[in-house]
């Protein structure tokens, strides 16, 4: 502790001593940075100061600050997909100056970006992020038509996830668990409707998404792997528009406007799947569906103060009857306030609340039912400030604290009338923490970027609290002893100190960027099926289960060709180093098990690989190919005969194509071809009969040893705008063709091994057989219709 | 519960599901003891086999010439002799030594090829059947349609760690289907579940209607059949040693396959006096009490 708090001490003095240096007469410009078309903020739109040859760019609320000597400058605001806005300014006093930039021509958005070079990707220090625009995402063909956000990230390097039917995704050899996935700032715990076929993210209402892989900034923290930010449009603040679309799933409708024009705008996206309404004449009562709400208001209560409120709520419903089912949903509020303390200071302050829960119904009356439900809910405080030092120097100072309530089950069986309450105790946990980050220009060749965070969790009170006794390694541990605390006192108190550092050094037209990362993780997603599920479990860090902590290394060399930057390589290498990582005991019970606890283990996990990433963003053929060669793996006492074992989602090749052409102005065709090696299982060599029922067996005592086939797949999608060239049309609107696995590939989700189905007289063999399981096998078409108006 | 998840699961989603043959690695046999007795005035029997090939559905080979024998905790030795194909038997009628008393510990010591292979048990309490009940119901869904649902009544005894084994017959046959497999600690789940002292819960009581041969459905009794129900008590380990059995046999596929749990060798409560590398050794020994309860239904 004394050490940690002396390390942040030399931090802060370090900080200041770069700010007094440079406190000499200088003025600022600062303001924000909008679309002109419906107010949105634009994120990470770049100011270029000509005679400095230096810039700065807009935060995630469009506000951008920079420091300069008084004097008269040339300033370009620039935003990809929108014409470059040149100002003359001269500079003697601070100066507040918003701006609203214009989208290039409506035609021709689609094929030119714009005319300046823009190569942040370069000469930015950030490494190891991935950004993508709803416009890049609506263009990729996808499963029966409907855009999705999270299957769109899955064609970008270093992510992937399971197969088709697995919740979540996985980064950099890292499980679902580890990614943190926040929508406008709230956590989402987990972001998919119908076991991953599609995405909570309504792609109508997000404006912009960006996923850390690496070098994660101090800002950002509580799991190993990477962060999903996802960012919720703001509503239109200048005309009122109604989006939607009618496809093979589901159908979009969303309303946005301007409450007070220029001062407050709203948004209300809503979706609902529709396959249960069509199938109902052959489903009796049965039926599966999903639906959510995605809504924003936002108020500007003069230039220095505007508040942001907003809201997801969404649920899957699986019944076969009517009092007999599963469902389980997110729900998410943000209120977010901005404040400017003056130009150089920005801060906002954020409240979130964000749960989650599933629940199972069984049971034909009153008399005879069992009914259970688990949830989380979190209360969250974040404080955040953005200093705009000076032209060298970007501040960000803050804080979060988390407050968790578990319930791991709350269950009722009722037998014959009599009635059973089995609901376990909640458990409680305080999670947070300060962070420092400093953006610093040392020259034009390095950029550094450094920050220190300092985490605590408190697993607190009431509850129970269990000490357990180790027996063999890899078997359930034994239960000593069982205290009840009741009051908010602590049970067990964990700290990390997590460094976070980037270098970016320009190397001739590249640059090569290296960073480190700390990361600990302080709840955990407990899951003990092949794939993810809405049923894993999230559970905390006890006196029991101790923290995840990781380090991740990264190196990566950024180079752009072409006129216009039109081409973007990179090749970036990462190694990954996880200590007790959450696994669980042979015959592990997840499910109302008072002692979970006894029943986890923790391990190492590895995980390194190279990334290879080319990206055409210009002309009428644009795409990316998208490379990765990675291993993931995993050590843990007990299991595998202490050896290190590949991961369910270790993944040796990884390869992703996706190409767009402009046919015509009016249609354009694009394509994605995925290949993925197969993922390793279990296989037992060997059977052996007990009471009758035969067992499988593996002699090696091996954990995924086996690998299934690869997986390959090629979609393809055509967009069509309707009406004549030249001719304006009331409605903005287009239609899209989609085949889902065109070649009708049979990708194997798993190969499992099970006796033939049926029963046999007692003392006769049963047969036993591997089965290979696809989830889609075969080509799947689809048609949408999407308009704006 | 995984029960209850499949047939949830199980029926929304197309699959697509084709049976594959893949090489295994060839293994060496591991030899396998299946020694599970109970108090029933029966013919009690412990089977030595090996283990075979995964694909190699021939009756399992017999493993001869072992010294098998059970010792009570009041003195008494029970032998077991090699009967035929690895079946070693004992036999309770006409001795005077029982297998009866709860409480009592039994210790099991295999001797072969100059190896020494040990077990303990201990007998517990069995709580009685109080009824068997079949409720005809209407169709509720595709899973459950219309006809005779049996049921067993029994409560669990008061006090935690009671462990059982609930088998069902059917016309005398006994389901031996893995989805078959019902056991209960306490009168719940699991020992974290906290129901104790209670009637079993629904889904344990309701078990005793098997599913059909397709595990699509529950297959309601008729009229005219019988049903027979016995409770086995069995110790904690064997309670854990099952639940490991059905994370592993439960194979339905399917959509079923996203929820499936990783293969994994069970657990075994045999214990090698002198282990080695080469000859492993499998299988578990428990000894129950066993109450029972039978019913026809009739019009």
């Known amino acids: 502790m004394d050490s940690g708090r002396q390390l942040i001490f030399i931090f802060l003095l370090s900080i200041f001593s770069v700010s007094i240096l440079s406190a000499q007469e200088k003025v600022t410009l600062s303001g924000y940075i909008k679309n002109e078309a419906d107010g949105e903020a634009l994120i990470g739109a770049t100011v270029f100061i000509e005679e400095l040859g230096t810039g700065t760019a807009a935060n995630i609320y469009g506000f951008y600050s920079i420091t300069l000597p008084s004097g008269t400058y040339t300033i370009q605001y620039r935003y990809v997909s929108f014409s470059t806005q040149v100002k003359t300014i001269e500079l003697i006093e601070n100066q507040r100056l918003d701006v609203e930039l214009v989208t290039e021509s409506k035609q021709l958005d689609e094929i030119v970006v714009t005319s300046e070079a823009l190569d942040a990707n370069v000469s930015d220090v950030e490494m190891s992020v991935e950004k993508l625009d709803i416009k890049t995402i609506e263009k990729i063909p996808a499963f029966l038509g409907e855009v999705d956000v999270l299957k769109s990230i899955q064609l970008l390097p270093g992510v992937s996830s399971v197969g088709e039917g697995s919740s979540g995704f996985n980064v950099r050899g890292g499980s679902v668990g580890q990614n943190l996935v926040l929508l406008d700032d709230a956590p989402v715990y987990n972001s998919s409707h119908l076991f991953g076929f599609f995405s909570v993210f309504n792609p109508d209402a997000v404006k912009d998404i960006k996923l850390i892989k690496g070098g994660i900034p101090a800002n950002y923290g509580g799991r190993l792997s990477s962060i999903l930010d996802v960012r919720m449009k703001e509503g239109n603040s200048k005309e009122r528009s109604i989006s939607g679309g009618i496809g093979t799933v589901f159908s979009r409708l969303a309303v946005q406007g301007p409450l007070k024009k220029d001062k407050s705008s709203f948004f209300v996206a809503g979706r609902r799947s529709y396959i249960d309404i069509l199938a109902k004449p052959f489903t009796n009562d049965a039926t599966l569906f999903f639906y959510d709400l995605t809504t924003k208001v936002n108020y500007d209560f003069n230039d220095n103060n505007k508040l942001y409120l907003s809201g997801y709520f969404g649920r899957d419903v699986f019944r076969f009857d009517e009092r007999q089912g599963f469902d389980w949903g997110n729900v998410t509020g943000t209120l977010r306030w901005n404040h400017l303390f003056n130009d150089r200071l920005f801060s906002n302050f954020a409240f979130i609340v964000s749960s989650f829960d599933y629940g199972f119904s069984f049971g034909e009356n009153d008399l005879d039912k069992f009914d259970w439900n688990s949830r989380i809910v979190t209360y969250t405080f974040k404080p955040y400030f953005n200093y705009f030092l000076n032209t060298n120097n970007e501040l960000l100072i803050g804080g979060e604290a988390t407050y968790y309530k578990f319930r791991p089950a709350e269950a009722v069986g009722v037998s014959d009338g009599q009635v059973s309450d089995i609901s376990l105790d909640n458990k409680f946990a305080l999670e947070s923490a300060v962070y420092i980050d400093n953006t610093q220009k040392l020259s034009d060749k390095i950029t550094l970027r450094y920050g220190l965070r300092f985490s605590s969790f408190q697993y607190m009170g009431p509850g129970n609290v269990y000490e357990f006794q180790a027996t063999s390694p890899g078997e359930r541990k034994e239960l000593i002893s069982a205290n009840k605390v009741n009051g908010r006192e602590s049970i067990k108190t964990y700290y990390n100190l997590e460094p976070r550092a980037s270098l970016r050094y320009k190397v001739g037209n590249g640059s090569v960027k290296a960073s480190y990362t700390r990361t600990a993780q302080y709840i955990h997603l407990v899951s003990n099926t092949a794939a993810p599920t809405p049923i894993d479990l999230w559970t905390p860090s006890t006196n029991n289960v101790e923290p995840q902590l990781g380090d991740q290394y990264a190196l990566g060399y950024f180079r752009n060709f072409g006129g216009g930057n039109s081409f973007e390589t990179s090749i970036e290498g990462y190694y990954r180093d996880n200590k007790k990582q959450v696994e669980y005991v042979r015959g592990a019970d997840i499910f109302i098990n008072e002692y979970l606890e006894g029943d986890l283990i923790s391990g190492d996990g590895r995980a390194y690989g190279v990334e290879f990433s080319i990206k055409k963003n210009a002309g009428n053929l644009n795409g990316w190919i998208s490379y990765t060669l990675g291993r993931s793996e995993l050590k843990t006492d007990g299991i595998n005969n202490n050896e290190w074992y590949p991961t369910r989602y270790d993944q040796t090749h990884n390869l992703k194509l996706f190409g767009e052409y402009q046919l015509t102005k009016r249609t354009s065709l694009s394509a994605n071809f995925t290949y993925i090696t197969g993922a390793p299982i279990t296989a037992p060599t060997s059977r052996f009969t007990i009471q009758g029922v035969t067992i499988p067996y593996d002699y090696f005592n091996q954990r995924n040893n086996l690998r299934i086939p690869a997986t390959h797949r090629l979609d393809i999608g055509l967009k069509w705008l309707p009406g004549k060239p030249g001719k304006e049309r009331r409605v903005d609107d287009y239609f899209v063709f989609s085949v889902y696995n065109i070649y009708g590939n049979k990708n194997p989700f798993s190969i499992f091994f099970s006796q033939d189905q049926g029963r046999v007289v007692m003392g006769d063999q049963v047969n036993t057989l591997a089965n290979q399981f696809s989830i889609i096998g075969a080509p799947v078409p689809a048609i949408s219709y999407n308009f704006v108006f | ?299």
């Open chain 2, 1 to 299: 519960m995984k029960r209850l998840i499949i047939i949830l699961i199980g029926f929304v989603f197309y699959s697509c599901e084709d049976e594959i043959s893949i090489d295994l690695k060839d293994a060496p046999s591991a030899l396998v003891v299946d020694a599970w007795i109970n108090d029933k005035p029966e013919p009690q029997v412990i089977s030595l086999t090996a283990t075979q090939g995964y694909f190699n559905s021939e009756e399992p080979r017999g493993i001869a010439g072992a010294t098998v024998e059970v010792k009570d905790s009041k003195g008494n030795t029970f032998e077991f002799r090699d009967n035929l194909n690895g079946k070693y038997t004992w036999d309770p009628t006409n001795v005077a030594e029982k297998i009866e008393s709860e409480g009592t510990l039994y210790q099991l010591r295999i001797e072969l090829n100059g190896k020494v292979y040990t077990a303990s048990s201990s007998l517990n309490r069995v709580p009685i059947i109080d009824s068997l009940k079949f409720t005809f119901k209407e169709e509720q869904n595709v899973f459950q349609p219309e006809g005779y649902y049996g049921e067993f009544v029994a409560t669990d005894f008061r006090g935690q760690g009671d462990t059982y084994w609930i088998k069902a017959y059917k016309n005398g046959v006994f389901l031996n289907n893995p989805f078959d497999l019902n056991i209960a600690y306490d009168a719940g789940f699991n020992a974290g579940g906290n129901i104790d002292g209670v009637v079993f819960i629904q889904p344990i009581q309701d078990a005793v209607t098997p599913l059909n041969d397709d595990l699509d459905a529950i297959e309601p009794y008729i009229i005219g059949d019988s049903l027979y129900v016995e409770i086995h008590s069995i110790t904690n380990e064997a309670f854990y040693f099952l639940q490991e059995v059905q994370i592993q046999t439960q194979r339905d596929g399917g959509f079923d396959e996203i929820f499936a749990e990783p293969l994994e060798n069970v657990s075994t409560n045999i214990v090698d006096q002198t282990p080695d590398q080469i000859n492993k050794v499998i299988g578990f020994f428990n000894v129950s009490s066993v109450s029972g309860r039978g019913r026809k239904l009739m019009e």
